[in-house]
């Protein structure tokens, strides 16, 4: 995972703010001067002093602004500087202050950061909203935004009720860690909590600024990096739904939630499935956005079209926390991009398509269409009883390596490989476009010859030209077919119901394309492979595809928000994704460019590269898996260099996973830690 950079590059931002869209009659306040205060500290309860650097409007000393608050553990003094310094100036020159805070233990915050989501992070979220609610230049209202791990910040903040807390908006980020986080997918440990584990080891031990932090700066370091934990170990120590995952899952109780809420989500990323629970499940105001682009902001965004972001968001924070009616809550409940076609068939261009919109959620214009499965096909009707088999190996799964894509290179590859290794069901050429939106799933009856198996679903369209394009997908751990929290072994050979829910997803499958359904054990590399090789019997007279589908309403909404420009994509920031198989052995290298970046204003240069992984195994033989992900990070100006490595190897028997962690850091040249941990950690069913 790249959480640093889901904001991409800033060059070539202007600032946002063009006219409204779509009949739209609100328009932005006038432009106000800005006031940027470089850095200042937030005190927390116990002491720890947390780094928050503000943009205000000029004049608000006279008349007091509300404040939005952005909260992440990523370093605003230098690898978010460009971001900050955008998204506070739009906001605070509409008269919104906005607050950038660094998690304790992180950028400039004293403190020491040991996890995610902590309980301690998010009272320190509420301490932050009460100090912003009582300064001077507030009128008292807070907001809080953000994406990824912001995102998850927000609505845990906003689940303890903060009474200055007057609305929020969560992006790209989950209600629920265990099932919607990078760590797991379907109750298998993921390739993406690996990349994950080694990007975050150097978060929790990069170094404050001396210029901010002055002398005392090398033993603040010095306590991060005493406290740097073996993170990839921890995390596979919870191989289920337990507490620890249960912690900071807002899902568990949306009642607690009691401001409004605006979710944003991304098409080409994978935290969608927020947004329905949380429009469904919540009873205060909200509303929700599902667009086309990657893991980040409407805007700037990749791919497009992006949104001319500032116009809404400031329309939504006026609304809330000055009491100005915007009319933004007479808008549809939902809006989404309808693409016609993957982000992959058209990389790296805008995806075509338009938006469209729904005034509740669920919708009553979606509707469950129901296909069924045999002689390789996909039907209307129930057939006649027949069975099916599919094994772990060949390997399936090549085509679709990466679960959250950072750039064109990590999308998902035509699909026609991993078809032809799995067992695939068409429909007839479409005569007329389906378009769905929601969540699917795979209703089956499956039986196992091992204790332990996985079972997949790809959901594809295959275009008139035999092309295939990965739609959305299902992955299920058979031992959690009734809970993520109380897995159970299977009996070898007893047939079970089972339920795949897909992704959610929109899309618009076209007039004459095929409708694919292609079933295999496994997607590997995406997820960990099963113990032992697995031989599956499938119950294809049982099966069952429900799709969600959209029956377009006679006039659609108008979209009231403006396109803007896509964020530049810089091919030769892209990573290099090799897949080599030979003679049943595969291996996969991505490698990220190293990257350099000047910060003029603060005389500072940051280096890095990453997270690059090797990732190897022979068909046939799960134990042989192995994985590596490699990062580092650098930060230097006259007379100061720190360097920082993390490595992070997992390999595994049937009966444990063996994980290797090290962390090295480095001044001016000399080695002051190099810390490796070495942890054997049981399979629970998994």
């Not at 000393?61 to 553990?73: K, N, Q």
């Not at 299902?474 to 070898?492: D, F, I, K």
Request: charged share 20%; hydrophobic share 45%; aromatic share 8%.
């Amino acid at each position: 995972m790249r959480r640093r950079d889901v904001i991409g590059s800033a060059a070539g931002l202007a600032l946002a703010g063009a006219a409204p869209a779509g009949g739209a009659t609100w328009s932005l306040p006038r432009k106000r001067d800005v006031r940027m205060i470089e850095n200042t500290f937030i005190p927390a309860p116990d002491g720890v002093r947390l780094a928050v650097q503000l943009w205000l409007p000029a004049d608000a000393d006279t008349h007091p602004a509300p404040v939005v608050l952005e909260y992440i553990p990523y370093r605003k003094r230098d690898l978010y500087r460009a971001f900050d310094s955008y998204w506070g100036q739009t906001l605070a020159q509409y008269g919104v202050a906005y607050a950038r805070l660094e998690t304790r233990g992180s950028g400039d915050s004293t403190g020491v950061l040991a996890d995610e989501y902590l309980p301690s992070e998010q009272h320190d979220a509420v301490a932050a909203i009460a100090w912003l609610a009582g300064q001077p230049w507030c009128n008292g209202s807070v907001g809080m935004r953000g994406v990824s791990w912001g995102g998850f910040s927000t609505l845990q903040a906003a689940a303890l009720a903060p009474p200055a807390l007057k609305a929020i908006m969560p992006m790209c980020a989950s209600d629920m860690r265990y099932t919607d986080d990078a760590h797991y997918i379907g109750g298998v440990f993921a390739l993406a909590g690996l990349k994950w584990a080694a990007s975050m080891k150097l978060v929790m031990a990069g170094p404050p600024d001396p210029q901010i932090s002055g002398e005392d700066w090398r033993r603040l370091w010095r306590e991060r990096l005493d406290a740097t934990p073996p993170i990839a170990a921890r995390w596979l120590g919870h191989q289920t739904n337990d507490a620890f995952w249960r912690q900071g899952s807002v899902a568990f109780d949306w009642g607690a939630i009691k401001c409004p809420v605006y979710v944003i989500g991304g098409l080409a990323d994978s935290y969608g499935a927020a947004i329905p629970r949380l429009l469904e499940g919540l009873k205060v105001p909200r509303k929700g956005l599902y667009g086309p682009w990657q893991h980040g902001y409407p805007s700037p965004a990749t791919p497009g079209p992006a949104l001319d972001w500032a116009w809404e968001e400031v329309r939504w924070w006026r609304q809330w926390l000055v009491g100005e009616e915007t009319g933004i809550m007479a808008d549809p409940m939902l809006r989404a991009y309808m693409p016609d076609a993957t982000a992959a068939q058209v990389s790296p261009g805008p995806i075509p398509g338009r938006w469209v919109a729904e005034t509740q959620w669920p919708s009553a214009n979606v509707r469950l269409r129901t296909f069924f499965f045999g002689a390789g096909r996909l039907h209307d009707t129930a057939q006649a009883a027949e069975t099916a088999h599919c094994a772990s190996a060949p390997v399936v799964g090549l085509g679709k390596v990466e679960w959250v894509p950072f750039a064109p290179t990590e999308l998902p590859r035509e699909q026609s490989p991993d078809d032809a290794r799995s067992l695939v069901f068409d429909t007839p050429p479409l005569p007329a476009k389906i378009e769905i939106i929601g969540a699917g799933a795979l209703r089956i009856g499956v039986a196992a010859d091992r204790p332990i198996a996985h079972l997949a679903i790809r959901l594809c369209e295959v275009t008139p030209d035999g092309r295939s394009w990965l739609v959305s997908y299902g992955v299920l751990n058979l031992t959690h077919l009734e809970s993520h929290v109380s897995p159970a072994a299977l009996e070898r050979g007893r047939m079970y119901e089972v339920e795949v829910p897909l992704n959610f997803t929109a899309h618009a499958f076209q007039a004459g394309s095929r409708i694919r359904a292609a079933i295999s054990e496994s997607l590997w590399p995406l997820i960990w492979p099963s113990p032992e090789p697995v031989n599956l019997t499938l119950d294809l007279g049982s099966a069952r595809l429900d799709l969600p589908v959209r029956m377009p309403p006679a006039v659609e909404a108008s979209m009231p928000i403006a396109l803007a420009p896509p964020l530049p994509s810089d091919p030769k920031s892209w990573p290099d994704l090799q897949i080599v198989e030979r003679d049943g052995h595969i291996r996969v290298v991505e490698t990220w460019p190293h990257s350099v970046s000047e910060i003029a204003d603060i005389g500072l240069t940051t280096t890095g590269s990453g997270p690059n992984i090797t990732l190897a195994m022979t068909e046939g033989d799960t134990s042989s898996c192995v994985w590596r992900a490699e990062q580092t990070s650098g930060f230097s100006r006259a007379g100061w260099t720190v360097s920082l490595k993390s490595l992070v190897t997992l390999s595994a028997t049937p009966e444990a996973f063996h994980v290797e962690e090290r962390l090295t850091a480095t001044l001016n040249g000399e080695v002051v830690a190099d810390a490796p941990h070495a942890t054997h950690v049981p399979r629970r069913l998994m």
